[in-house]
């Protein structure tokens, strides 16, 4: 069982820069791969970002990649998305997830734990 605790959301303008968390209980943390998704309001879910469970492979979505950084901390059982300049249309709530597949993906239902989220809001 794993419980995950996300921090680090706000309000800020366009090009600004946020660094979110996500604490993880649980002996086994370092075990799992681990995922950022978020949604957006009246849309779905969707990937963001994934690193496996020693940090040394990592993934992201087209509308991040070169902005967002995922990383992880396996001592402090954390898990990290540094974001950099920042877009309006990066207004969401962002979620950290778990997985114990074996394979590394993109997909929601391949996560097992999920935290409460954290809201992120960009002005222009």
Do not use: H
Not at 7 to 24: H, N
Not at 72 to 78: E, F, I, L, M, P
Not at 98 to 124: C, D, H, K, M
């Amino acid at each position: 069982q794993v419980q995950l605790v996300e921090s680090g959301g706000g309000l800020v303008q366009a090009g600004d820069s946020l660094r979110l968390s996500c604490a993880a209980s649980g002996r086994t943390f370092s075990s799992y791969n681990m995922g950022w998704f978020r949604q957006a309001p009246g849309k779905e879910r969707e990937f963001v970002a994934f690193l496996n469970w020693s940090g040394g492979a990592t993934s992201y979505a087209d509308s991040v990649k070169g902005r967002f950084t995922i990383s992880r901390d396996n001592a402090k059982n954390t898990v990290y998305l540094l974001m950099n300049n920042l877009k309006p249309e990066d207004t969401a709530i962002y979620y950290c997830a778990a997985s114990s597949f074996g394979i590394l993906s993109t997909l929601s239902r391949r996560y097992e734990y999920w935290g409460q989220g954290t809201q992120v809001t960009v002005s222009s």
